[in-house]
T-cell receptor, first 116, second 110 residues
Framework: DTGVSQDPRHKITKRGQNVTFRCDPI?????LYWYRQTLGQGPEFLTY????????KSRLLSDRFSAERPKGSFSTLEIQRTEQGDSAMYLC??????????????FGPGTRLTVL | AQRVTQPEKLLSVFKGAPVELKCNYS??????LFWYVQYSRQRLQLLLR??SRESIKGFTADLNKGETSFHLKKPFAQEEDSAMYYC????????????FGAGTRLAVHP
């Protein structure tokens, strides 16, 4: 399968612990996105990378959240000092840059985080 | 601010019936709109985008700028159409993220 992959698929943690998620995009895609989805809602944008540069961060992304894409390939999303409100599905998507139009984003299966 | 509204959380129809999933938006300028679909136990995937003017799996969607709507339609629903459907658009002046509606679950009964 050459689609977007995410690891782990499920994570259960205790409040106050740190967690890290990984996303491997489609290999030729230079853009990578993180979204968060809570029950009954659509995905909400968190952050976006073009190659290794983080070009945009949502106000949803508090100081406890950090994302990296060190070599312009895979990305990690870390949440420090988790809170129960962080419980959600974390989705990664990737795309190939298209001039003047919105890219088609290809989504991974998501990482479901449960904070106890 | 840009917003996408999907007024129905659940749409339940019988096989063979017409389907219309509603999407309304607020946007400054000319929007580019999308429908994404998530089938059971599968990942979110693009169904169609309005600029392509395509029919995918029998679904079509027309952008109505006067009514600020982008409703998804299919004349004869099939059981395999049962899924979550999300309407989305990029923010004004930006191409690099999507704003999603809350989604509508379509249930097609035999």
């Amino acid at each position: 399968d050459t689609g977007v992959s995410q690891d782990p698929r499920h994570k259960i943690t205790k409040r106050g612990q740190n967690v890290t998620f990984r996303c491997d995009p489609i290999s030729e895609h230079n853009r990578l996105y993180w979204y968060r989805q809570t029950l009954g809602q659509g995905p909400e944008f968190l952050t976006y990378f073009q190659n290794e540069a983080q070009l945009e961060k949502s106000r949803l992304l508090s100081d406890r959240f950090s994302a990296e894409r060190p070599k312009g390939s895979f990305s990690t999303l870390e949440i420090q000092r988790t809170e129960q409100g962080d419980s959600a599905m974390y989705l990664c998507a990737s795309s190939s840059q298209r001039s003047g139009r919105t890219d088609t984003q290809y989504f991974g299966p998501g990482t479901r985080l449960t904070v106890l | 601010a840009q917003r996408v509204t999907q007024p129905e959380k659940l749409l339940s129809v019988f096989k063979g019936a017409p389907v219309e999933l509603k999407c309304n938006y607020s946007y400054s300028g000319s929007p580019e709109l999308f429908w994404y679909v998530q089938y059971s136990r599968q990942r979110l995937q693009l169904l169609l985008r309005h600029i392509s003017r395509e029919s995918i799996k029998g679904f079509t969607a027309d952008l109505n700028k006067g009514e600020t709507s982008f409703h998804l339609k299919k004349p004869f629903a099939q059981e395999e159409d049962s899924a979550m459907y999300y309407c989305a658009l990029p923010p004004s002046g930006g191409y690099n993220k999507l704003i999603f509606g809350a989604g509508t679950r379509l249930a097609v009964h035999p």
